[in-house]
């Protein structure tokens, strides 16, 4: 096959318009696509950011209902529900959730919402739009790897998903795998094949991570339109290109640490294990150490939370200027402070392994790194309230996203420097207060800055406007639900309540949260309702919402307005436009907006 | 447009940026293993290991590669096409030899009486085979890789003048080199 043909014609496209020399041989075919080049297996950038939306939104039902279901154990642990029994066989024996589903539920959960939604669902859908959009490409530097992303996600998802059909079982020993137990089948039933299908299904979902990263550094770096320098990117685009380099840097380490443990596993070595006894069974392992494998898999575990939060706190800042009407308040700081996350992000790892018997004196080096993160978070926050004050505010559901995702992030990250304190986490490891503080500065603040996406930008996916009321009504239970549900695990988790336990009513100290855990899980159920009104929301306007007029329905200025409002493929039907301004020029010299592609006029003031 | 070209044209081609940062990826990788290598040797139960003479000739073989993939791309450059293809096939036939040494060394260790894996076996061992397997795939990566342009060389049907695949293939055959050399001696000196 030759080169040209290999790539399709949207290369060409882009070949066309940078590289003149590299390709002397030019195709402009403007064939019909086919449904299946067009849907399945699409090249174009925005084709495969809707495919990673969508089968992440899937993973979100899932993994969600997956919470459901364990919430639904621990807030009634009394109680049968023999509708249970019905659908999930002995997984359920007597209506009630037994210890290996348990599990089984929260191990998915956790990996379910990590991996599959909060990073191929949230980077994978907005640096895919995104990308090429707002600096000016047609699209990623290679659309055949970008491809080749989303399709390794799908074989990862494929795997991962059908493991919950093993008789044993999927993976249960945590999201996090820790051997000994994940890397001894005879341990338990979820470390048996399930484990090995969590094993394969995350290398799978590496490679998709690592072509996707790579994809995105060297579009950010290599194909900007003209004049768009890298401090004329919206931070947006920062914030992704960051991102990509925590992830193309961090998975390989995981990779490595997955693949130690996969001969652990089948090949009788002892990387990670040690004198251990089985059952009454002696095993022959010897000398292998399971805290090395804490060690490479939190060397990519922490990072990965940045991986999860990054672009959220770029979509976030974007959405608020835009909606402020007022340029980003410190963009260098902005960008800087993104840097320093990122390079803080590979300095903390051991802040998860205080506990381990980890050397005191090291721990303090890393107690030191951690509570440094505060410093750029702190400026983050500063810049956005500062973005707020006095703005003109516009109260889209994009814009309550993106404000809720700031009072998230202080009352997550404020439990943060709690945590970062090895003595004070000696008290709180695998407690609620960690459940808690992830949860909220993680989990629920990276969704909201999702959600403030897809709803920013969901015009210029689909060239249609999601409901505003089923909107508020969403982002209005979403906000108060996720304080109601994770607030009071914090008071549990200071009174030392243990995770990872399926009943804690035979547990004289923590009977008295017993009321408290009820009611967490009837919110729980509440808020994941209100999801699926989201989903609903999302599907029905795809087809019947209100149809986008205007090429640029929030007045913004980054370039992704100045396509069409159905941009086809190479998103320009002309010239890529020049830019000659940065992304931010808000409520200038009595303008509400002037596009990054107008000229700077001779009489205007300096920003 | 004429000036945004001379702007683009100074910039490095995004397949071969690609081929840099994939490389950057694969450091970290290799890194996060021989550094787990280090943190285990320094704990109990840790067998000195000894590496099989062949492993040099297959350091020899791997270097000696490198150069004939340099030949080739200077040949492409030249437009010496006949000279281009002999040397491509060339270093695939070099690859394909280091891959058959590593693994005639490994099959070695039995005939020492040494366990890579499964019971009795030391974590020395295990990493080493775990170590120079990956690297192994990668070396087998990138002899697929010259053997796709090298066919993609002799087919009489597609003619390409664009020397990027030629470029990004010796890249990377260089990098597995480099890594091979750098892991060779991390095994030496790091027993």
């Known amino acids: ?13 882009v070949v066309s318009s940078h590289t003149h020399e590299a390709h002397d041989v030019h195709h402009h075919h403007h064939h019909e696509e086919s449904f299946i080049s067009k849907y399945v297996f699409s090249q174009d950038h925005k084709m495969i950011a809707k495919q990673f939306l969508i089968t992440g939104m899937i993973w979100a039902v899932i993994g969600g209902l997956f919470s459901v279901l364990f919430r639904l154990q621990l807030g009634y642990p009394d109680m049968s529900f023999p509708i249970l029994e019905d659908i999930f066989g002995k997984w359920a024996a007597g209506g009630r959730i037994s210890n290996d589903f348990y599990y089984a539920l929260v191990t998915m959960h956790g990996t379910i919402l990590v991996f599959f939604v909060l990073t191929a669902g949230l980077s994978g859908t907005f640096a895919n739009l995104l990308i090429p959009l707002q600096i000016g490409a047609r699209d990623m530097a290679s659309p055949m790897l970008n491809m080749l992303s989303y399709w390794f996600f799908f074989l990862a998802s494929i795997i991962m998903f059908s493991s919950l059909f093993i008789q044993t079982g999927p993976a249960s020993g945590g999201w996090t795998i820790y051997p000994p137990l994940s890397a001894l089948g005879q341990a338990t039933d979820g470390s048996k094949l399930g484990m090995d299908f969590w094993l394969v299904s995350m290398a799978m979902f590496i490679v998709s991570s690592l072509l996707g990263g790579l994809n995105y550094i060297s579009t950010i770096l290599n ?30 380490v995981l990779l490595s640490g997955a693949i130690l443990l996969l001969f652990d596993r089948n090949l009788g070595t002892s990387f990670y294990l040690s004198e251990i006894v ?28 940045y991986i999860i939060l990054m672009p959220a706190l770029g979509m976030v800042s974007e959405v608020m200027s835009v909606n402020s009407r007022k340029p980003i308040f410190g963009y260098l700081a902005m960008v800087g402070s993104l840097f320093a996350i990122c390079i803080l992000a590979f300095l903390v790892w051991a802040h998860h392994m205080f506990v381990t018997g980890l050397n005191p004196f090291l721990g303090a080096f890393f107690v030191l790194l951690t509570l440094l993160i505060a410093v750029p978070s702190a400026i983050k926050v500063f810049n956005w309230l500062t973005t707020l004050w006095r703005g003109n505010l516009r109260f889209t559901p994009a814009m309550l996203f993106a404000i809720g995702f700031v009072s998230l992030f202080i009352s997550g990250g404020l439990t943060g420097i709690f945590l970062g304190n090895s003595t004070l986490d ?14 909220i500065v993680m989990g629920v603040a990276s969704f909201f800055g999702m959600f403030a996406g897809v709803y920013h930008w969901f015009p210029k996916m689909y060239g249609r406007y999601l409901n505003n009321n089923l909107a508020y009504i969403h982002f209005w239970v979403t906000m108060i639900g996720a304080y109601l549900i994770f607030w009071p695990m914090h008071y549990s988790g200071l009174a030392g309540m243990p995770r990872r336990y399926t009943d804690y009513s035979n547990w004289h100290s923590f009977n008295q949260f ?8 009837s919110v729980a159920m509440v808020v994941f309702a209100v999801q699926l009104l989201f989903l609903f929301n999302f599907f029905y306007s795809i087809w019947k919402g209100r149809k986008v007029t205007s090429t640029n329905p929030w007045g913004a200025n980054t370039l992704e307005w100045t ?14 436009p020049e830019v000659h301004r940065w992304a931010y020029d808000y409520g200038k010299d009595g303008r509400e907006y002037i596009s990054q592609i107008e000229p700077v006029g001779a009489n205007e003031s300096k920003h | 447009m004429a000036e945004v070209m001379s702007v683009q044209r100074k910039r490095i081609h995004p397949h071969k940026f690609l081929m840099w940062v994939a490389i950057g990826s694969i450091i970290m990788m290799f890194a996060g293993l021989t550094s787990a290598y280090i943190v285990k040797r320094s704990q109990v139960n840790w067998q ?3 590496i099989p003479k062949l492993f040099w000739f297959s350091t020899l073989a791997i270097i000696l590669s490198s150069v004939t993939v340099q030949l080739a791309l200077k040949a492409f450059r030249d437009r010496n096409i006949p000279r281009y293809k002999q040397m491509i096939i060339f270093t695939a036939i070099l690859g394909a030899v280091f891959l058959v040494m ?90």
């Open chain 1, 426 to 439: 000696l008290h709180l490891h695998d407690t609620y207060f960690v459940v808690a503080h992830f949860h």
């Open chain 1, 514 to 521: 017993a009321g408290m855990s009820r009611f967490i899980s």
């Open chain 2, 102 to 191: 590593q693994f005639i060394g490994f099959m070695q260790f039995s005939k020492m009486d040494i366990r890579l894996i499964g019971a009795g076996s030391n974590a020395s061992y295990s990493f080493l085979l775990a170590i120079a397997g990956l690297h192994a795939l990668h070396v087998l990566g990138g002899v697929i890789a010259l053997t796709v342009i090298g066919i993609r060389a002799m087919s009489s049907r597609s003619k390409n003048y664009s020397s990027v695949p030629v470029e990004v293939v010796s890249t990377y055959w260089h990098f597995v080199d480099i890594l091979w050399i750098y892991l060779f001696l991390f095994f030496n000196w790091m027993k």
């Open chain 1, 563 to 576: 396509t069409p409002v159905n941009p086809g493929h190479g998103n320009w039907p002309g010239e890529i």
């Open chain 1, 278 to 305: 089985v059952k009454g069974e002696i095993l022959p392992n010897e000398g292998g150490s399971p805290i090395l494998f804490q060690h490479l898999f939190w060397f990519l575990g922490h990072p990965e939370v």
């Open chain 1, 1 to 13: 096959m030759s080169e040209s043909s290999l790539h399709g014609h949207g290369h060409e496209g």
């Open chain 2, 48 to 50: 000195m290991i000894e």
């Open chain 1, 223 to 252: 194909m900007r339109t003209k004049g768009m320098s890298m401090t004329r990117m919206p931070l947006t685009i920062w914030a992704i290109f960051f991102t990509a380099v925590l992830g193309v840097l961090s998975f390989p």
